[in-house]
């Protein structure tokens, strides 16, 4: 982001695009490149309509070139549904980002990348990191939009194991077996702690030997106690990092659905003023601009309208009910839904549950 944030091209024009690749709104892959071409092709229209110099438009159409080549390689990967594609040929730059939330296809055309659609997008997903160990080895995971990144190994010698005849020197040593398994697992607790500090994380998974994981959990800052969501019982030195990164993300998977059914908890415990229940309510809260979390059932896609002049979402068309409006058929509302809470900065989680599936596919916990 810090890169993309201080890029600059005067008086020139730099390409940022935002391609929808969700499977839920386009199928297989094949669907999803189709859609695609679509999407190019007018956004190359619109280049081809920019009032620009003739150099200007030649350099936004090499960009165009890049992405068209690029976005069909990545239709049907799992878990992208969306790509977002920032381009300054004339500069020698590009940065191809695969996303896991959808994004209302867009492109920007400006002498400087337009991120707001990607923060949006980011602000959905949360960052978790990784802390495995042993009583004197230990590893720092990153994991982020379902990537990982080993940061930090440490290790700390500890004294060879000796058996003594004397009662008094084995309990010595023994003693000193203690201290320096304490010292390591502080040392391993402040790179922790410095981590958070430079790559702040919301969530933190510790694991280790089931005997010695609750001494170092004791060891922890309380910034760290209080962001632990899982306890791993894991081999530290031989456990390869893409087992690490599938476990990771089924972890992530199960974090995501109690945070689905802690929101639907509370939707339930504070309605009818906090909670929105059922297709209707959620989309009157969603044009009052006041979710704070939605949930919706993947995999449902439902025809609906929205009105050409406010916006208003809703399953039946006629005359809008908010402004009287027309209400423009759409080929799917649970989409729309889902793009309208993730540019209200509100929270998203898909839910697929018999509750939710009873009150019609969509909830949502209101912010007042």
Not at 120 to 131: E, N, P, T, V
Not at 263 to 276: D, H, M, S, V
Request: charged share 30%; aromatic share 10%.
């Amino acid at each position: 982001m810090a890169e993309l944030e201080s890029f600059h091209a005067p008086e020139q024009r730099v390409s940022s695009y935002y391609l929808d690749m969700d499977p839920q709104h386009w199928g297989n892959a094949r669907g999803i490149r189709i859609a695609i071409k679509d999407a190019l092709e007018k956004h190359r229209e619109r280049i081809e309509q920019l009032d620009v110099g003739h150099d200007l438009r030649q350099a936004l159409l090499r960009d165009w070139d890049m992405v068209h080549e690029l976005a069909p390689t990545v239709a049907g990967e799992r878990s992208t549904r969306s790509l977002a594609c920032f381009v300054a040929s004339g500069a020698g730059k590009g940065w191809a980002l695969r996303l896991p939330w959808p994004a209302r296809d867009r492109a920007f055309f400006e002498d400087r990348f337009v991120l707001w659609p990607l923060q949006q997008l980011l602000d959905q997903s949360d960052r978790f990191a990784i802390c495995i160990t042993d009583r004197d080895d230990a590893r720092l995971f990153l994991y982020y939009l379902e990537q990982i990144e080993e940061v930090s190994d440490v290790f700390d010698a500890l004294p060879g194991r000796i058996r003594y005849p004397d009662r008094n020197r084995e309990l010595e040593y023994r003693d000193k077996h203690i201290e320096y398994t304490h010292r390591h697992f502080e040392n391993v607790g402040e790179k922790a702690l410095r981590l958070l500090q430079r790559e702040p994380f919301q969530h933190l998974i510790i694991g280790g030997l089931w005997e010695t994981l609750p001494q170092f959990e004791g060891q922890l800052h309380r910034y760290l106690r209080d962001r632990i969501v899982a306890r791993w019982d894991i081999d530290v030195m031989h456990t390869p990092t893409p087992q690490v990164h599938e476990r990771a993300q089924q972890e992530e998977q199960r974090f995501l659905g109690r945070q689905a059914q802690e929101a639907w908890k509370n939707i339930q415990e504070y309605r009818p003023y906090r909670g929105a229940v059922g297709t209707e309510e959620t989309l009157s809260a969603l044009w009052q601009r006041r979710v704070d979390t939605l949930l919706t059932e993947p995999g449902v896609a439902r025809s609906g309208f929205r009105c050409s002049a406010c916006s208003r979402l809703r399953l039946i068309g006629g005359s809008c009910v908010e402004c009287g409006g027309n209400m423009v058929e759409i080929a799917d509302v649970d989409g729309e839904a889902v793009h309208d809470a993730i540019e209200q900065s509100a929270h998203v989680r898909y839910w697929k549950d018999p509750a939710l599936n009873e009150a019609g596919s969509l909830a949502a916990f209101r912010r007042y």
